[in-house]
């Protein structure tokens, strides 16, 4: 049977349908939204990225580099909350250097995806304001 977003059946097989593949990767979505501040941030950096393409009407090419870059940040910030769990799985919150050196790097990870989006987006949108200003 199909299990949906509160299934509480401890379940530790393999899923047996796509729907219950999609259930639970829907489910990792709310984990990371409830968790991480930085992915509802980039959620808001996206919607209002989304808004200045429409408003400035961006190029279909423009298009494509704003989407591949936000997906980009929120697939790294996926990345970095399953590698969080994981360490703390493993560590239970005791300082250890290595899990320090784990989790920074991951999180290098989202800083240089961010990176990206901020040149993309410089370059897409900077000459839609300098034509304002002219
Ligand atoms: N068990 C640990 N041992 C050593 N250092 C740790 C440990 N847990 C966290 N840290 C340090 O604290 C930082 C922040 O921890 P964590 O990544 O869990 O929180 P976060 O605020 O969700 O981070 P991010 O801003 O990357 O999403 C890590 O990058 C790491 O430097």
């Keep these: 049977?199909?299990?949906g977003l509160n299934d509480n059946s401890h379940q530790t097989k393999k899923n047996h349908t796509f729907?219950?593949?999609c259930s639970h990767a829907l489910e990792?979505?709310?984990w990371t939204f409830?968790?991480?501040a930085n992915f509802k941030r980039h959620l808001s950096i996206a919607v209002l990225v989304l808004l200045f393409g429409?408003?400035?009407q961006v190029s279909k090419l423009d298009w494509l580099w704003l989407i591949v870059v936000i997906?980009?940040?929120l697939?790294?910030?996926l990345w970095n909350t399953a590698v969080e769990y994981i360490v703390d799985l493993l560590v239970q919150k005791h300082y250890d250097p290595l899990a320090k050196k784990i989790k920074d790097v991951s999180a290098a990870?989202?800083?240089v995806a961010a990176l990206l989006a901020v040149v993309v987006g410089l370059i897409v949108f900077v000459p839609h304001l300098g034509n304002l200003f002219h």
């Design 54 to 56: 429409l408003l400035f």
């Design 19 to 21: 729907l219950q593949s």
């Design 1 to 3: 049977m199909a299990m």
């Design 34 to 36: 409830q968790d991480e």
């Design 75 to 77: 697939i790294a910030e």
């Design 28 to 30: 990792g979505l709310k």
């Design 109 to 111: 990870i989202v800083l």
């Design 71 to 73: 997906f980009l940040v």
